[in-house]
């Protein structure tokens, strides 16, 4: 990996972990050892985003999940995700996502529970650092890591997907656009997160693909979809399972080890396979530890 982008995913690490810490562009700086320009510059082009712009997102949606997981007064938890008032916190929260804190709460999510919304909460606070960052490329190569292939039974899965017909090379670029569409949408809709942002080839072709990149819900949503997003409804059945540990840019040779271990357990494919990103690169910057769930539904 560049030693830069290291750096910079090392930054967002701490930042990530520390809330209450002040993240101001000159704070930043200081920490990175780096000019103000060159920091704002260097993290636009990773993130997509302001340092300012990044750093409130990610504290909104993380606080966002708490209001609908807990019952702590509304200031507490903002002053715990790095606001300084609550006044501030509430005027913020409104203009992103479309109503007070209160309301938020008082409308609370599309399928009651203290548990789901629990697991709502947790898939919030382990996505939001690095939504736009998976699949994000590197240019160093590490020993691959022998996979334990395994078959399991799914249950039925409930999604909300972008699709997008792409070359290979643009899944990360496709990637950082849909799968914050997707999420900001769930979340400022009050639809339960049910667990780590996926990405689905429905169609894989020598010149391009189809890939649908998406977070899972607890269940279906009783609304109409808007922003290009769609429902998506896998259903129950066997599937092949491994998880790939290290960069993404070895995916490929773990596919292809799944897919001879399927021929020699005389197993044939029986649906899209698809891929849930179970680490953050914006919390583990380290990408000898990203560890990638590959799952291939099978006949």
């Known amino acids: 990996m560049s030693s830069r982008i290291r750096e910079l995913l090392e930054l967002l690490a701490v930042v990530n972990s520390r809330p209450g810490e002040d993240v101001s562009l000159s704070a930043l700086a200081r920490r990175a050892h780096r000019s103000r320009f060159d920091l704002h510059r260097r993290l636009r082009r990773l993130t997509g985003q302001t340092p300012k712009t990044y750093t409130t997102r990610v504290r909104l949606a993380r606080a966002a999940g708490e209001l609908v997981a807990s019952d702590r007064r509304v200031s507490a938890i903002a002053l715990d995700h790095g606001f300084g008032s609550?006044?501030?916190f509430t005027r913020t929260f409104t203009r992103r996502l479309g109503r007070s804190p209160q309301s938020y709460r008082a409308?609370?999510?599309h399928v009651t529970g203290r548990r789901i919304a629990a697991v709502h909460a947790s898939a919030v606070s382990s996505t939001a650092p690095c939504i736009g960052l998976y699949r994000i490329s590197i240019t160093e190569r590490k020993t691959a890591v022998p996979l334990d292939i395994s078959v399991r039974d799914l249950p039925t899965i409930h999604a909300l997907v972008i699709r997008?017909?792409?070359t290979r090379d643009e899944i990360a670029t496709a990637?950082?656009?849909?799968?914050p569409t997707v999420f900001g949408y769930a979340q400022q809709h009050g639809l339960a997160i049910a667990g780590p942002p996926f990405a689905r080839y429905p169609e894989v072709g020598m010149?391009?693909?189809?890939?649908?990149?998406g977070i899972t819900i607890a269940?279906?949503?009783?609304?109409a979809l808007t922003?290009?997003?769609?429902a998506l409804v896998i259903p129950p059945g066997r599937a092949v399972t491994a998880i790939h540990r290290g960069p993404y840019d070895s995916l490929t040779e773990s596919y292809q080890e799944i897919e001879k271990w399927m021929r020699d357990q005389g197993l044939s494919a029986a649906g899209a396979p698809w891929e849930t990103y179970l680490t953050d690169p914006g919390e583990r910057p380290d990408p000898a530890t990203w560890e990638t769930e590959i799952v291939q539904p099978v006949r």
């Open 107 to 109: 409308r609370g999510l």
């Open 175 to 179: 990637l950082a656009e849909t799968l």
């Open 86 to 88: 609550h006044e501030v």
């Open 164 to 166: 997008r017909r792409i």
């Open 207 to 213: 010149g391009s693909l189809v890939i649908e990149g």
């Open 227 to 230: 922003h290009g997003i769609e």
């Open 219 to 223: 269940e279906p949503p009783s609304t």
